[in-house]
């Protein structure tokens, strides 16, 4: 059972002995492998990225925060770990020790100032889903509604803090050089920060609920304000499975198609449409049903973009002119006036990205939008962060890109798995004007 997260120099020194775990145990194999024959070198290879990232999960379940959500970051990052490794740091995704039950009881009653047993007619000490900024228990009203609550670990805003002190020590010749300004790490700082304002949280649940109800497939959760606090927020409890225990279902064909444009459309209708969305896109914040529906969960992190901002994406999404023409440059321009200096390196990198990967998943011609895409190709996610990583070192990347990029990784990854075909530019079509 977890007590709080550890202090700053507690944390600097996990995190140190966590960076000389894991190249020790590379050194490790790098020293035997000359000494083995091929068949036994992968075996150990394999072996040793299976200890890797248990040594990696089990240190950032420890220290939770933004450790927790930087492991969370890279379970998705299918085209860049082996598989083993994704396999050990997927349990970031849902799974973390539990809250001991005195400091459950005690985070309660000091937000709403009762304790569980006696505010619920059931609830469950043991959380069935814990990760880096909270926990989530099973409950039932005494009206005999079940309900989810989540409930925020205490510490945690100290452990923010100690974290991104961190993190701006080891990236500062990174930020010296703008090849990774400053505003994009105040900008996931904040964004992380505002994941402890569960009043915030509450909001967003309640504007995506009611801005995405046309969605017949979508399902999102309903706050219950009466058991809601500073550190607990209570919403109706959703029932689904996750993207694993589905896939050992072993769905159809028509099933992955169908989810994976479902899971698209809910993407591109909060950020075309509602110009703000989920930006928390780990596989446990899905659940899947049989009949084709998903529940989304989780909303302390949304973005919500200026107006601004939308507008140029509805008038350069599915761009059909020269990407490399004035007109275009003029509306990369236009985007990047009021935000950061647009340079030529950035902008060339901007064009070709647009051009060599959204020209090609997002296919700008009308009568092409019945053409899916084959997102089972593991050669396009390759594409995707080649140009993503060229656009930051041209310095061309903007804060709203940073949480509008992890939203397209996760959604692209989950695809991936899935093995999807989607029909990209007709739904993305439906949400432009």
Request: with cysteine; charged share 25%.
């Amino acid at each position: 059972m977890v007590r709080k997260p550890a202090g700053p120099a507690r944390r600097a020194m996990h995190m140190a002995r966590l960076g000389a775990g894991v190249t020790g145990s590379y050194l490790g194999w790098l020293a035997q492998q000359a000494f083995l024959g091929e068949e036994e070198r992968e075996r150990r290879l394999k072996r040793t990225h299976v200890r890797t990232a248990r040594r990696i999960s089990q240190e950032l379940m420890a220290l939770r925060g933004p450790a927790m959500k930087l492991g969370q970051t890279l379970s998705l990052q299918g085209d860049l770990l082996p598989e083993e490794m994704l396999a050990e740091l997927s349990s970031l995704q849902m799974r973390a020790p539990g809250m001991h039950g005195s400091l459950v009881r005690a985070q309660v009653k000091a937000s709403l100032g009762q304790e569980p047993d006696q505010l619920f007619a059931e609830f469950s000490e043991q959380p069935f889903a814990a990760a880096s900024l909270g926990q989530v228990h099973r409950a039932r009203t005494h009206d005999g509604e079940d309900v989810a609550v989540k409930i925020q670990y205490p510490g945690i805003r100290q452990a923010i803090d100690s974290d991104f002190a961190w993190f701006r020590a080891l990236s500062r010749p990174a930020q010296l050089t703008r090849h990774f300004p400053r505003n994009l790490i105040d900008e996931l700082q904040e964004q992380i920060t505002a994941e402890l304002d569960y009043g915030r949280e509450a909001d967003n649940v309640i504007l995506l609920g009611n801005e995405l109800a046309f969605l017949p497939f979508l399902e999102i959760p309903r706050v219950v304000p009466e058991y809601c606090g500073e550190r607990v927020l209570t919403m109706t409890y959703l029932e689904g499975v996750h993207l694993d225990e589905l896939l050992r279902t072993r769905p159809s064909r028509a099933q992955r198609d169908q989810l994976g444009e479902h899971l698209f459309e809910i993407l591109y209708a909060q950020v075309l449409q509602v110009g703000a969305f989920h930006a928390d896109p780990h596989w446990g914040n899905y659940l899947f049903r049989t009949d084709g529906s998903i529940g989304l969960v989780d909303f302390g992190c949304v973005k919500y973009l200026p107006q601004d901002f939308v507008d140029n994406l509805h008038r350069i999404f599915l761009y059909e002119g020269r990407r490399d023409g004035p007109e275009f440059r003029r509306l990369l321009e236009e985007r990047y006036a009021p935000r950061a200096r647009l340079t030529p390196a950035a902008r060339q990198a901007l064009v070709d990205f647009s051009r060599n990967f959204y020209g090609r998943v997002y296919p700008p011609e009308p009568a092409l939008d019945e053409r899916p895409f084959d997102f089972s190709d593991p050669q396009f996610m390759k594409d995707y962060m080649r140009g993503t990583l060229r656009i930051t070192r041209a310095r061309g990347a903007l804060p709203e890109y940073v949480l509008f990029s992890r939203a397209e990784t996760g959604l692209y990854q989950t695809l991936h798995r899935l093995g999807s075909r989607v029909r990209t530019s007709r739904i993305v079509r439906k949400y432009l004007r």
